[in-house]
C-alpha cells in the first residue's frame, strides 16, 4: 500500500494500534480538508502493531489530547519533506474540554456553561478527576 | 486573595495557626471583639442548614463584623436561573468574605474561581465540608492535646460522609494514627479513600461491622448520621439509619480517656443518655467551630489581632 510523503505537515507515529480512529476525532481531524491518512495495524519492530495518522498541512495538535488517550504516541513535524522536530507525549496535568464529568450531583451538570477541566491525580495509574467534584474520569469511548 | 475549598488547602502548619488564635480568642474574646469591625460576610447559603450558617454568622459577629445572606436557593436568584459565576462576582461587590453552602458539589469552588473576595465553602453535597473538619481538629485537639498516637474509631455512614473523608485527610498527616472503620457492608469508606490517602500514606486501618468488638481500643469514637439526603432510594435509607446506635451499655468496655464526637446533627445514633457522660463531646465541638470559623476568617480577611 503505497501512502504519499508529507512535504508540509505532521505524523503522529508510535500510536497504540486500533486507537488512531478515537484519535481522528478527538483531535478534529475530520474537520480538516486537506489530505489526512489514517494507516491500521502497521508492522512496528517496538510495539508488534502500530497505528500512523499523516496529515497534509501545518496544523497545531493538541498534544493535552493526545498526550492523555495515547501518551506513548510520538508527533514529527515535517518541512519540506525532512523531520524538524520530533515530539514525544506526556500525561497533561489538566484536561480542559476532553472529557465529562459524569457526576449527577457535580455543579457542572446543571450548569452547563462551565468547562469540563478535569487534574491527573495518579499519575502512575493515569487517573484524571473532575476538578470541581473529584469524579474519577472514565475513558471516553466513541 | 485566599480562599478555602479543601481542608487539604491548608498546610500542617497553617492549621496549627488556626488552632493557635482559635485557643487564643477562646481565652481572649475581648481582644477579637472588634478585629473585622466595618467587614461583611456574605452567608450564601443554597440548601438548608441550621448550625454551619449560625456558627459563620455567630463567628462574624462576635469579630464585630456584619452579616448578610440567604438562607435557602429559593429566595435568592438562583431561583431565577443565575450562575454561581454571576452570584459570586455580584456578591463581591456587597461583601468582603463569602461561605458558601451548595447541593452540587464544586459549586464553591466556581464560585471562588469568579469572585473577587475570599469564598470559604461551607458545605458542598456530599464533596467537602472544611470547617466541620476545622471544628473537628480543634476539638481532637483540645480534648488529646496534640494529633499523634491516636486510634480513631469511626462509624456509621462511611461512603458518603463527607466529614469522614476530610478527618481522614487531615488525621493521616500526623504520626502514629490508626483508623478503625466501623460500618455496614453498604455503606463502607469508598476504596479511592482507602487507597489515595491511607495506603498511600503508609496509615494503618481495620475494617469491621462490629462496633462493641473494636471498642476498648478507642481513644475517639466519631459517629455519623446515616443521612436521608445522601440516597437515591428510600428504601435503602429505612434499612440502613439504625444501623448503629452508640448506648451507655455499648460504652461499657470504652476507655475513660474516649472522645466521643458526632458532627451534628443527630437523628437517634447517640443516645441521649451518653449527653451528660464526661466522654461526650459533640456540644464543644459545635462551640470549637465557631472559635476556628472566627481563626479562618481572620486569616482570609488578612486581619491581624
Known amino acids: 500500500m503505497n501512502i504519499d510523503s508529507i512535504k508540509d505537515g505532521i505524523v503522529i507515529d508510535h500510536i497504540t494500534a486500533g486507537k488512531s480512529m478515537q484519535i481522528y476525532h478527538l483531535l478534529g481531524l475530520d474537520a480538516l480538508r486537506c489530505s489526512v491518512a489514517l494507516i491500521k495495524n502497521v508492522n512496528s519492530h517496538k510495539m508488534g502493531k502500530k497505528d500512523i495518522i499523516k496529515i497534509d498541512t501545518d496544523y497545531e495538535v493538541d498534544t493535552d489530547v493526545l498526550g492523555y488517550v495515547d501518551p506513548g504516541a510520538t508527533i514529527s513535524i515535517i518541512r519540506n519533506g525532512k523531520i524538524v522536530e520530533k515530539r514525544t507525549l506526556s500525561l497533561p496535568e489538566k484536561l480542559t474540554g476532553v472529557l465529562t464529568c459524569k457526576n449527577p450531583r457535580c455543579i457542572t451538570a446543571t450548569e452547563q456553561e462551565l468547562s469540563h477541566i478535569f487534574f491527573l491525580s495518579d499519575k502512575d495509574a493515569g487517573v484524571y478527576r473532575c476538578l470541581y467534584c473529584e469524579t474519577k474520569a472514565e475513558k471516553p469511548t466513541l | ?305
Open chain 2, 1 to 305: 486573595m485566599r480562599s478555602l475549598i479543601d481542608i487539604l488547602e491548608l498546610t500542617t502548619e497553617e492549621l496549627s495557626g488556626l488552632i493557635s488564635v482559635a485557643n487564643d480568642i477562646i481565652d481572649h474574646p475581648q481582644k477579637y471583639a472588634e478585629a473585622c469591625k466595618g467587614k461583611k460576610l456574605a452567608t450564601l447559603f443554597f440548601e438548608p442548614s441550621t448550625r454551619t450558617r449560625l456558627s459563620f454568622e455567630a463567628a462574624m459577629y462576635e469579630l464585630g463584623g456584619n452579616v448578610l445572606g440567604f438562607s435557602e436557593a429559593q429566595s435568592s436568584s438562583a431561583a431565577k436561573g443565575e450562575s454561581v459565576a454571576d452570584t459570586a462576582k455580584t456578591i463581591s461587590c456587597y461583601a468582603d468574605i463569602i461561605a458558601m453552602r451548595h447541593p452540587k458539589e464544586g459549586a464553591p469552588l466556581v464560585a471562588s474561581m469568579n469572585a473577587s473576595v475570599p469564598v470559604i465553602n461551607a458545605g458542598d453535597g456530599g464533596h467537602n465540608h472544611p470547617t466541620q473538619t476545622l471544628a473537628d481538629l480543634l476539638t481532637i485537639y483540645r480534648e488529646k492535646g496534640g494529633f499523634d498516637n491516636l486510634t480513631i474509631g469511626l462509624c456509621g455512614d462511611l461512603k458518603f460522609g463527607r466529614t469522614v473523608h476530610s478527618l481522614i485527610a487531615a488525621m493521616s498527616r500526623y504520626k502514629n494514627i490508626k483508623f478503625v472503620l466501623i460500618s455496614p457492608e453498604e455503606l463502607k469508606l469508598p476504596s479511592y479513600v482507602k487507597k489515595d490517602i491511607l495506603k498511600k500514606n503508609g496509615i494503618p486501618y481495620e475494617q469491621t461491622t462490629d462496633l462493641l468488638s473494636v471498642m476498648p481500643e478507642l481513644d475517639i469514637l466519631y459517629m455519623t448520621r446515616v443521612q436521608r439526603e445522601r440516597f437515591f432510594n428510600e428504601e435503602d435509607y429505612l434499612r440502613l439509619k439504625d444501623s448503629y446506635i452508640l448506648t451507655p451499655e455499648k460504652l461499657e468496655t470504652a476507655k475513660e480517656t474516649l472522645s466521643i464526637m458526632h458532627p451534628l446533627p443527630r437523628v437517634n445514633e447517640i443516645s441521649v443518655a451518653i449527653d451528660d457522660d464526661p466522654r461526650a463531646c459533640y456540644f464543644k465541638q459545635v462551640l470549637n467551630g465557631k472559635y476556628m470559623r472566627m481563626a479562618l476568617i481572620l486569616k482570609l480577611l488578612e486581619v491581624e489581632v
